[in-house]
């Protein structure tokens, strides 16, 4: 899968993926703040990826995508660097990643944000039903003990 918007490239295509500008992203995020490289390349290798490339080539954004492909799906890691903003590119790789051929047909697709409900509200997500059945097996300090340097 390959879109357009405005210059930049939005592309589903493993072999565009840079890792490391990936990294350099996650490891500062609230979300997986101190994550090890070796751990988001593992995650983007067993994820569909949308990533946001410049007009030069260098990867600007992304969403990761955890999926079977049949009944669910996991929006993750989704962001445009600062730089970059305004230029409606979240939306964008948002529309183009819920459109893309392996999402289609999906009985549920989650997600979990601090921030950004409004950006999803516009894509037709809304708070969990039934937030009562939801569990969670949660290791908020992995990363820092996997990796004590960050």
């Known amino acids: 899968m390959e879109a357009r918007h405005g210059t930049y490239l939005l592309s589903d295509d493993p072999a565009r ?7 350099a992203f996650l490891r500062t995020s609230y979300w997986a ?3 090890p490289r070796d751990v988001v390349a593992r995650a983007l290798a067993g ?4 990533g ?3 007009a030069d080539g ?3 954004g992304l969403v990761r995508v955890v999926t079977d492909s049949a009944t669910f799906a996991y929006l993750c890691d989704v962001y445009v660097l600062e730089g970059h903003r ?5 939306k964008a790789v948002i529309r ?3 459109a893309h051929p392996r999402l289609q047909g ?3 697709l989650n997600l979990v944000t601090r921030d950004a409900h409004g950006l999803y509200a516009q894509h037709g997500f809304a708070a969990v039903a039934h937030a009562e059945r939801y569990m969670e097996k949660l290791d908020p300090g992995v990363y820092q003990r996997a990796n004590p340097a960050t």
């Open 96 to 98: 183009a990643t819920l």
């Open 33 to 35: 703040a101190g994550i």
């Open 52 to 54: 946001v490339y410049a």
């Open 86 to 90: 305004g230029h409606g590119l979240g």
């Open 106 to 108: 999906l009985r549920r």
């Open 47 to 50: 994820s569909l990826c949308v």
């Open 58 to 60: 260098a990867q600007v």
């Open 17 to 23: 993926l840079d890792v490391d500008a990936v990294h």
